[in-house]
């Protein structure tokens, strides 16, 4: 999971939580039962800790491109409207209600997402929203 802290020019910040779905790489997963040789040879992915990393800040960098916020609102809007998740589907009329504004710098797009990030309440559907929201600034399809 990542946290994003934006800010505004007084200098309050907020954060946003976003999480990917898949990334080439991946930490250690051991769970209990494992023999001690499995468990060891799990061990050694921790030597791609660097390229996971790297991956995620370029990852976050890439929100740097966002030439048009209001753009990305669309793109929830759309993918909200379609949105067939049990999990998100109580959700769906609030969080249309709250991508009519258009927004217009990234700042405000991060404090919309936040607002979104604050209606949903289950666990489940705010893991999937992190996911969703990710995929939107990142991936943008």
């Given amino acids: 999971m990542m946290t994003l802290i934006y800010g505004d020019n007084k200098g309050e910040e907020e954060e946003i939580f976003i999480k990917p779905k898949d990334l080439k790489t991946s930490f250690v997963s051991i769970t209990h039962g494992v023999p001690p040789r499995t468990a060891l040879r799990s061990l050694e992915n921790i030597a791609k800790y660097k390229e996971r990393e790297e991956e995620l800040f370029n990852d976050l960098a890439h929100i740097s491109t966002?030439?048009?916020?209001?753009?990305?609102?669309?793109?929830?809007?759309?993918?909200?409207?379609?949105m067939k998740s049990n999990e998100m589907v109580k959700y769906k009329k609030e969080i249309l209600d709250e991508l009519i504004n258009r927004v217009d710098s990234i700042y405000s797009l991060m404090k919309l997402m936040n607002k979104i990030d604050l209606?949903?309440?289950d666990i489940?559907?705010?893991?999937?929203?992190?996911?969703?929201m990710y995929e939107t600034l990142i991936?943008?399809?």
């Avoid at 489940?124 to 969703?132: I, T």
């Fill in 66 to 82: 966002i030439n048009n916020p209001d753009q990305i609102r669309h793109l929830i809007r759309s993918k909200v409207e379609k």
């Fill in 119 to 121: 209606i949903v309440e």
């Fill in 124 to 132: 489940e559907a705010k893991e999937y929203l992190r996911y969703f």
């Fill in 139 to 141: 991936k943008r399809d």
